[in-house]
């Protein structure tokens, strides 16, 4: 059972993400501090860490820094009022995973969880052999390398990393948003439209027919998600 910690001081809130998370077979704690959370974090084990961004005695954004520096890899999702886009590339910068702004659906933090779940496991398993293979293709993380039939396929960079990242979330539904924002960052250029092109590209050299693809699925009016 994946452990959640909450650090958020609005206690409805604090009772809405619990009742959910825990109806959904999570195991959940709280802290409603900055400063307690970071306690909390540092020293126990949780598969996900969801922070609110400002909070007493210590900020979001502080406790972000100071895990990381403390060597606590937890993934981490930010949550906050703010819009500023300033505040979002800080977080990011000092090593938070993912970043919601309130009011936000519960089924998409839900999936923003299971996003950072999977994307743990895909890690572990991949980091052990370091290959992945679907259909005729192979995957080899530690070379960078992809190979179908046999044959190397020469892939960019930007395409090498949205393959990657959507293996790693295989089954996961992946908006155009989140793509663009794990792979080319949260504050780059490009628009939506540079991962449906990329998205485009892949399926040309990946799949055997472009046109209806087994593995890169779209699903309309949500994204894509990769089916191995």
């Known amino acids: 059972m994946a452990r959640i910690l909450l650090i958020e001081d609005e206690p409805g809130l604090v009772m809405t993400l619990q009742d959910r998370l825990v109806d959904e077979n999570y195991e959940v704690e709280s802290a409603n501090d900055g400063e307690e959370g970071f306690q909390k974090a540092k020293s126990d084990d949780f598969d996900v860490i969801v922070l609110d961004l400002m909070l007493p005695k210590k900020s979001g954004l502080d406790v972000c820094r100071d895990l990381r520096q403390a060597g606590v890899e937890t993934p981490i999702i930010m949550l ?84 990657k990242f959507m293996v790693e979330n295989e089954g996961v539904i992946l908006s155009r948003d989140q793509l663009l ?9 490009p628009s939506t439209r540079t991962v449906d092109v990329h998205i485009a590209w892949l399926r040309q050299k990946l799949e055997a027919d472009s046109g209806y693809p087994k593995y890169i699925l779209t699903v309309h009016g949500f994204g894509y998600k990769f089916v191995g």
């Open 80 to 163: 906050t009022a703010k819009g500023q886009v300033v505040d979002k590339v800080l977080g990011l910068k000092l090593g938070a995973n993912d970043y919601m702004q309130k009011p936000f659906e519960m089924m998409e933090l839900l999936a923003r969880i299971e996003v950072q779940l999977r994307k743990k496991t895909s890690e572990k398993k991949s980091s052990a052999s370091g290959i992945v293979a679907f259909g005729d293709t192979e995957i080899n993380f530690q070379s960078i390398e992809v190979k179908k039939e046999g044959e190397t396929i020469s892939l960019s960079s930007k395409e090498f990393q949205l393959l």
């Open 181 to 189: 924002n794990e792979v080319w960052g949260y504050d780059a250029v």
